[in-house]
T-cell receptor, first 114, second 111 residues
Framework: DGGITQSPKYLFRKEGQNVTLSCEQN?????MYWYRQDPGQGLRLIYY???????QKGDIAEGYSVSREKKESFPLTVTSAQKNPTAFYLC?????????????FGDGTRLSIL | GEDVEQSLFLSVREGDSSVINCTYT??????LYWYKQEPGAGLQLLTY?????DMKQDQRLTVLLNKKDKHLSLRIADTQTGDSAIYFC???????????FGKGTKLSVKP
């Protein structure tokens, strides 16, 4: 089945540690996105990529990094510089042709601090 | 303002209609979306509307758009317990077409 797979579902981070969240899609979508969701909050955009080997900062990029080496994959690294990493992280993807192409979401990764 | 605004909670009885409201900010042509999030899950796209439309209907869902007031609503007819979830309104904004989300409306359906 076509879809967006995020892994792991739950992740724990120790102080000073970098962790990487995986996002893979087999929808042949051009664009991929990472959002952070905090309780009672909407989604805030961390990074996005419209094409392989190119990505842009979103509204809250500090303390995060990404790569886009393959069309299907857009991993997010939460670095030790992110002092409040506990949140629900959502990956999304869409076609990108300049017109409306809705974003479709994975099931999320919940990150907690040990 | 810059935000997409939604009321935080709505409680209805099973079988009634639910109306979830949203206000957005971009006065130019744009797309507006409704997503549903069940506990511990990602967002599911329900429907979307372009800002030159007044209404869109899809089975039990009706979207109404008042462009003058920048007001969007989602009506769910014959609400069921399975409709209990958080509903997010989102506005597509800017040349990059990124989405700006409201904080979500938690819909509780009582039997």
């Amino acid at each position: 089945d076509g879809g967006i797979t995020q892994s792991p579902k739950y992740l724990f981070r120790k102080e000073g540690q970098n962790v990487t969240l995986s996002c893979e899609q087999n929808l042949n979508h051009d664009a991929m996105y990472w959002y952070r969701q905090d309780p009672g909050q909407g989604l805030r955009l961390i990074y996005y990529s419209h094409i392989v080997n190119d990505f842009q900062k979103g509204d809250i990029a500090e303390g995060y990094s990404v790569s886009r080496e393959k069309k299907e994959s857009f991993p997010l690294t939460v670095t030790s510089a992110q002092k409040n990493p506990t949140a629900f992280y959502l990956c999304a993807s869409s076609l990108w042709d300049g017109r409306n192409q809705p974003q479709h979401f994975g099931d999320g990764t919940r990150l907690s601090i040990l | 303002g810059e935000d997409v605004e939604q009321s935080l909670f709505l409680s209805v009885r099973e079988g009634d209609s639910s109306v979830i409201n949203c206000t957005y900010t971009d006065s130019s042509s744009t797309y507006l979306y409704w997503y549903k999030q069940e506990p511990g899950a990602g967002l599911q796209l329900l429907t979307y509307i372009f800002s030159n439309m007044d209404m869109k209907q899809d089975q039990r869902l009706t979207v109404l758009l008042n462009k003058k007031d920048k007001h969007l609503s989602l009506r769910i007819a014959d609400t069921q317990t399975g409709d209990s979830a958080i509903y997010f309104c989102a506005e597509r904004r800017g040349s990059q077409g990124n989405l700006i989300f409201g904080k979500g409306t938690k819909l509780s359906v009582k039997p």
